[in-house]
């Protein structure tokens, strides 16, 4: 079954244009690329990129620029967008035109690739099993990106079904366990209520003591932090029997797994947060195959 | 026991400016940290970055910075250096002063920490395990690097004792399969001689009919793709019965695992690079905790 | 009376160090400042910031920044911080040192502060005449903000007792009149709060029933866009009597002005949105004063 | 009456490209326009940029430019040039294509156009009210530029029908009152006549002696500070009565506005600097209105 | 006689794509080309690059892409890429269009031209003088490079049939004289060829002793410095005699000329590396002439 | 005899910051200095900068930040400013401390030190030769410069006491013989006059005529190109016939050498403009030599 891709799904074309620039530069500079030069100028092939594993295609506006950049000429025919889901040896993309440059964008391209796609992949693992049991729970990334890539990997996360959690400390309020060292919850929540209308304010909550002051403070979210199912569900209850339901919701967080994930959704959690989307995907194997190769 | 940090396994401090500077404006733009501006301006805390896993320290020059970018009144002390084998529970560096700065920095601290320490653990493992059949043998990294990273992550890939495969496209000449649709071996590697003099140029072989050509061509590494050990054995002989032992190094490559990387020592392979090093490392977990506070 | 600067009212450092270092590329590149350099080498002098007119203060940072960056040696000693009231003839800072530096950076320092004392300053006008009517209302900037300035100029606005309204595109949703071209508003609404739980969603309205279709739909701010404040008392009732008052909050937004400001505030608008704050701000007459020179 | 728009009076393209390149990344990173991603996919649109008040237009390029980046399919029709006279309810551009882009760039594009086009439409009411009493006389504007975007203020300014003065410190040299703390004007004039031949050489006077120091110096400009019609009457009869009319060009400058305007023209004033064509102008008021839409 | 360009020999794209951009900003901003400005709009012109003097082409990927910046309707047609021998008098290309654009970009065009071409015409006479004497013997450069402009440069010295020596330190080891200071040869060997297995690990040495040490060592280039011919010959057969023809390579270095470079190559040299390709070469006498003009 | 510096002759620290931090990127990214971190951590070292030849120094400030940026704790004593005149052997500054950051920052501080020393070189040597028959006749630079370097390939010009021309095409109006293909003399100088006052406005004559033309049409500057000295001294007195001598300055161009500048300076010229000064200067032959070493 595939997935067809929706432009909210997509990264900023901004974040693309300025991470591509600089992987090129990074792996060009300054000679250029000796291997590829070795090649004959007339020399032509097309190639197709291949999945070598099934998973969620993320990244593909890299691929595509990468080979822009290096020689217009090169045609890319995208065949699976981002949020595709692929099974191994599907095609992902015809590539074709002159050798040479193909050569050298084939490494930047990939490198993209496979990581976003490895995001994507491992989102869709976790978004898929939390739905099967609470089709209403959502996946959510963390802050925990790559630095430098923030924007592409929340990106890939879309991809692969999952939402974002705040994009920077500049957008939405989150006061943490090491926050408490100069604060208490209550204040904590009052001031940034004063401060930030609309936005966001969530506290994150080690014990139902602090659940029920963060609530009551008029929290937005709770984030319960390695607590367990069961806990999990008498924080639930607890806001419910505030009649807080629905006005704050219950994230989770703090190692969870693909196996516990389904356990925090059925215990009532409207959103998991996952760390390892983006810090612990193992890259996605895709590989650039030859099609076909002449002179022109 | 521990490893003392050397000066040419750190990062060029060029790059860590550059990562570090992207990365906090990644994080605090365009509002600012609207949590840390919760706490109490006179609040003061101290914490340590406390590994929760065994693994080997990369990237302190980025954490220390992020915090001195973010206020020069933090005080950082580093306890333990990139290189450094360290134990779960073991503080790896104290952090002192206003909190407020501290809490922004955190993450993106973080974030440069544990990737890169992922990388040179899971290096470190590779090396251990290589050096324990065979002292020779090099593991070498790929240009499988994170867009953006590859100098910090070549220098996590140092920091865990593995060595770095060329920098870029532009340092050194390597002829793989995809570049066999538009020369042939014996023609690049002349070619490559002719026009670099004193460069490595290696060839991609997948048979021992391909080894015989990239040898008698003059290559300076047979890198040997997807071979058994079995066969790296028959490939290391046949270079030897020329008399090209030492002259022409072996590295395998592609899908070599924790596992199997001994045999291809033991089988006589010079070299073993390893993709996995910096695109399939897990992060190595590592927390800040907070050891004590009050207000100045 | 002075209000005494808070860390949260700040522009964060990263945007202070980038929009200073471009300001004075602009002013001194390629050959340097010509008439400064007419000065003789041993010169050195004490000036005084002295504000023409009543006002608030902002951008101090950028304007110890531009002399830090010009030459070490002048030293800066600030007296109101940013959000402080002054009155016409305060001195806002001392600056004393080299003479030549301190002519460079004059005009890039004051180009800041005016500019962005002038958004304070406004704001503050606006804030003040609201507060007096209504204290739990607040003055909101917009995206209206001259390119490239947006964190200074949001900075500004806090420093004026005004609140900031969403800091990007990429941060919270605002449904405004062109989208409706292209979806409807429960739709918008929806599909809003499915893909960015725990975000703002808001909705511009012209009518009141767009109101109400905001407001079933599930939005969390409606914006009431060129409405009357009698319009507005009409849209807060509704709300208030369909349960939803405190759950959604009331925007109004469109040419409000000082004098129309208190009366959106008494008809129960939570928020004001005013894109003068920071498109129409007038600059704040601020001047360097010379007190004493002589010769080092 | 309507200006035809002249190459001179255009800014740089370079300096289009950077400030919108920064503008958009401010405005849509890291995730992107989160309300533009919510319309339809097929959604089409048309609008007329449509400007509410009398007034010059500038700015066009960088409008042109932020849609250009967003989508290249959106095709913008610009029907009056900068330098263009338009009264309140003219179309100054028409915009079509797909609507998300449409959306995303927007505000950009009126950001820039507003706060251009409120320079250009100030410096014309400065340049046309001089114009009347002293068709020689020229606006000029002054380096009270806003930040970042000097080199679009002072194209805007030449839109308005005004003349540049330096563009920054490296291009003329100007000796003002803060200056004379470490140099005096016959040593500064000979200094800078000396270094700098051909170039401009200006000195701010405040008295009928500096006038004379400056003119018998050898400077090229006076700058008459903070003075009346009446003492400039004097200075420009005493410069006459020297021999030096037309060799040294008489500035008039601080605080004037436009109503003393004409009358320094009329005093005899070459050159009328004004700080607040660029500090001070406010917007003017364009909007972008739907035509029609449709799906695609 | 007319050598046909190569890809290998041309410049990476993204060297071309920033020196050229900073080398326009440079010259035209803020306000832009003043005197071209002063042409009528309808004025169109043909031009031609003519060389002024014989020598060989480089820059014309730069000269090309600065009229594409300045205006896209400018049409270049390149005749003599680089690498090309040219004649005084030739045309190296054609240019047409609108004559303003053509006119701003002229300079920076020729700015490069000149330079760049300068090196290959330099170098082109190095190795054409090597070459007569010995064939095989390769001319190198060095880190010796205008500040901003080393992948230019070195695509300059491979169009004039120059090589190579390392893009820079982080490329390959080169131990020179300051170096000892700090290691001993065989011990600096023995660590490069540890950490860095294919690199070149090079040493300089300034006597015979040195070069046994390094050779034994397990240098793979030995640099002569500042040898006489003599000396470099009987270091060529000391190397020879202990069997490390071919696997160690002679480099001569230091104050090479245009009269002593083929008699180090007739002494065995098997690399003659020349600071003075690119910092001393002079710039090659190339115009922009008129053809022919008109108006559209 | 040697000259002291003066603040003027400098470059604006924000060119030298920029050329800096590009140089260093250039020569240690990605890895870093292989061969510098192959010397003892211990190791320290003091050198001197040595000039090889008699010359004049520029580059100074470039230098002391390589090695400031390299590593803080390496000590610059430098003993002799820009515009310091030195003889071959003079020490020019001490440099102290570790072993290893010296090494790394030793090329990139040279390359600027020799390219920039080089310029000033040059231009004393013209200054003089022009001086000695001429007092108050100036050398002038050109737009001929480095891509990229332009603001500190001028100061050089100013520290060999050279004259700056205009720095770039947005700071002043010169109308050369390929402007006369779209505008003719006398239009071009009163369109300048009117747009541009106090500006600078030249033009470039190949005639007698042509002179006539242009100070008739008011320009500021004649740029006599390619004329013999006894047509220079023509037009010298034909300006002076015609009273405006002074008003009109004479500037002489074109293929201008040490030899004839001074018969161009007897012949009246005020501005003689040699391109030479930044593009056909040698590097000035400097050195970094060993003074002592030791461990710390």
Chains 1, 2, 3, 4, 5, 6 share one sequence.
Request: aromatic share 4%; proline share 5%.
């Amino acid at each position: 079954m595939a997935y067809t891709s929706e432009p909210w799904v997509e990264p900023p074309i901004q974040a693309v244009h300025e991470a591509v620039r600089r992987a090129l530069e990074e792996d060009v500079l300054p000679i250029g690329d000796l291997s590829a030069a070795l090649v004959a100028e007339s020399a032509r092939a097309r190639f197709a990129f291949v999945s070598r594993r099934d998973g969620v295609v993320a990244g593909s506006r890299c691929a595509i620029e990468a080979f822009a950049v290096c020689d217009p000429r090169v045609e890319v025919d995208w065949l699976r967008p981002d949020a595709s889901r692929v099974s191994a040896g599907d095609q992902l993309a015809l590539v074709g035109g002159p050798l040479a440059p193909i050569l050298t964008a084939e490494r930047t391209a990939l490198n993209f690739l496979c990581h976003l796609s490895g995001i994507a992949t491992l989102t869709r693992s976790f978004v898929d099993a939390v739905r099967a049991v609470s089709p209403e729970t959502r996946v959510l990334d963390t802050r925990k990106t790559t630095p430098g890539l923030r924007a592409l990997e929340k990106a890939a996360v879309r991809a692969g079904g999952g939402t974002n959690h705040r994009g920077s400390l500049s957008e939405a309020v989150l006061v943490k366990d090491n926050h408490l060292a100069g604060v208490a919850i209550t204040d904590a929540v009052a001031t940034a209520r004063r401060r930030w209308p609309g936005r966001m304010v969530e506290v994150e909550c080690e014990s139902l003591e602090q659940v029920i002051e963060a609530t009551d403070a008029g929290a937005s979210v709770v984030m319960l932090d390695n607590m367990k199912p069961a806990q999990v569900a008498e924080c639930v209850a607890l806001i419910a029997s505030k009649g807080a339901a629905g006005r704050v919701l219950v994230e989770v967080s703090g190692g969870v797994t693909i196996d516990t994930a389904p356990e925090f959704a059925i215990a009532g959690a409207d959103l998991i947060s996952v760390g390892a989307l983006t810090h612990l995907a193992p890259v996605l194997d895709i590989g650039l195959d030859l099609l076909s190769n002449g002179a022109s």
